[in-house]
Structure formats: C-alpha cells, structure tokens
Nanobody, 123 residues
C-alpha cells in the first residue's frame, strides 16, 4: 500500500484546511487509515482514524468537534477536514494504513505511511 498526503499549508488561527491522502497499490477493504501529526520536538501523536469498510471513525480529544475524517471509495482517498485551527495544531501531518478491523491510536500498529505534509497555523 502506498500513501501520498497533500493539502498542507499556512493558515491563520480559526481558519480551515483539507488534507488528502491518496492510497494506491490495493483495495482498502478491511483496512483502517489514520492521520497522525508530529510537532517539532514532540512525539508523533494520533489525530483520527477511519475504517474503510463501514466508515467508523475515531478522534483524539484534542481535535474532536473540529476535525472530520472521511473517505471517497471511488478515488481511494481519505480526507481530513480541519476547521477552527489553532496554533497548537501546527505540525507535520502523516497518513498511515494497516489491514485491521479495529481502530488504533498506536503509530507502531500502522505499517504503511505516506510522506508528511506541513500544516502551520499562525496566531
């Protein structure tokens, strides 16, 4: 499975961005796809995940109500809509995939990763 993240950029606090994660190499039935982020000097942290089959989602408390993960089956793409952005959301955002029917917030449980995309929120 190959993943390619895109859509990052510079935005003012309170603004919005939509990240995309294009997945190729195989169908995603039975997979989960997650978004993680890593700020300078900090560990990589879980943001959200979605089960490709059924569309069940799970969010970190820090983004619940502001971020929305979704998928487009026809395009094999996962989106992360980020609203009400805060300076503390500044990080490199990564998408990752793993063949599993369960959600997981543990980065080591994902075996396929895309390159990161930088999100910078100015105050």
């Amino acid at each position: 499975v190959q993943l390619q993240a895109s859509g990052g950029g510079l935005v003012q606090a309170g603004g919005s961005l939509r990240l995309s994660c294009a997945v190729s190499g195989r169908t995603l039935s039975g997979y989960r796809v997650g978004w993680f982020r890593q700020a300078p000097g900090k560990e990589r942290e879980f943001v959200t995940s979605i089960k490709w089959s059924g569309g069940s989602t799970y969010y970190a408390d820090s983004v619940k109500g502001r971020f929305t993960i979704s998928r487009d089956n026809a395009k094999n793409t996962v989106y992360l809509q980020m609203n009400s952005l805060k300076p503390e959301d500044t990080a490199v955002y990564y998408c990752a995939a793993e063949k599993s029917p369960f959600h997981s917030t543990w980065s080591r449980s994902y075996d396929s990763w895309g390159q990161g995309t930088q999100v910078t929120v100015s105050s």
